[in-house]
């Protein structure tokens, strides 16, 4: 009798466990730190967390390339271990993730592409296509993700800009981060490198907010770790990482 009720109890147990692990969605592929969240508050950071999942029990820490250390992949029910880190599965959909850590703190991730986007080249006298303004994709609530240098490959258009107007076509967007403080500046075609156009003066809610020659709101529609896609008055900006 007693064996009997161990055994019931093993299967049961046995049956739970798998219960949770098929509850829970697949990892493969690569993830992207977006958000930190500690105590209900959002965090800033500078050490965007990477990790690509690559079979079921090896995954890749930080940016895919040939020198990202491969770790040991374990996943149990919601609870993940990647090498010596432990994470708690809270909520998870396809193509986003939130996982908590033991110190408390809250990260959330979506999934993205890390096949680097082959550059096109550009000139003033791209063909102006019409517009259609893509869907609104990965949105960041802070500034930090959309730091780099990013240069115009592609854009649409409702009509063609008037010549009077082509200064306003823009060919780079440079974002920097330092101890201090993080400074953007946009260039415009006929900018020299070091006399950007407009200054971005804040970014909130999904909006570049720029002075300059005059005052422009640039609205971010897209951003991934290799491209940008941003629209002003019309125009619609795609953007390579350089």
């Given at each position: 009798m007693k064996?009997?009720?161990?055994?019931?109890?093993?299967?049961?147990?046995?049956?739970?466990?798998?219960?949770?692990?098929?509850?829970t969605k697949s990892l493969k592929g690569a993830w992207k730190e977006v958000v930190r969240i500690r105590s209900g508050q959002k965090i800033t950071y500078r050490d965007t967390l990477f990790f690509e999942v690559v079979s079921s029990n090896l995954c890749i820490w930080g940016k895919s390339s040939p020198t990202a250390p491969r770790l040991r992949l374990k996943q149990i029910g919601t609870t993940i271990v990647i090498g010596p880190s432990e994470f708690e599965i809270l909520a998870q959909e396809d193509n986003w993730i939130k996982l908590s850590t033991d110190e408390g703190v809250e990260i959330?991730?979506?999934k993205y592409s890390n096949k680097k986007q082959p550059a096109i080249r550009n000139t003033n006298n791209t063909k102006y296509r019409p517009a259609i303004v893509p869907r609104t994709g990965n949105v960041p609530d802070m500034i930090e993700p959309l730091v780099g240098i990013w240069k115009c490959y592609k854009r649409t258009s409702i009509k063609p800009v008037p010549?009077?107007?082509?200064?306003?076509?823009?060919?780079?967007?440079?974002?920097?981060?330092?101890?201090?403080?993080?400074?953007?500046?946009?260039?415009?075609?006929?900018?020299?490198?070091?006399?950007?156009?407009?200054?971005?003066?804040?970014?909130?809610?999904?909006?570049?907010?720029?002075?300059?020659?005059?005052?422009?709101?640039?609205?971010?529609?897209n951003c991934q770790p290799n491209e940008l896609i941003i629209e002003n008055e019309g125009v619609v900006y795609y953007m390579n990482k350089m």
């Open positions: 064996r009997n009720i161990i055994l019931l109890s093993f299967l049961f147990i046995s049956t739970l466990a798998v219960a949770q692990i098929s509850n959330e991730m979506i010549n009077d107007q082509k200064y306003r076509i823009i060919r780079l967007v440079e974002i920097e981060e330092t101890t201090d403080a993080i400074t953007a500046k946009i260039y415009g075609f006929d900018d020299l490198t070091a006399q950007p156009s407009w200054i971005v003066q804040r970014y909130e809610k999904g909006v570049l907010y720029t002075s300059g020659k005059d005052d422009r709101e640039f609205k971010v529609i």
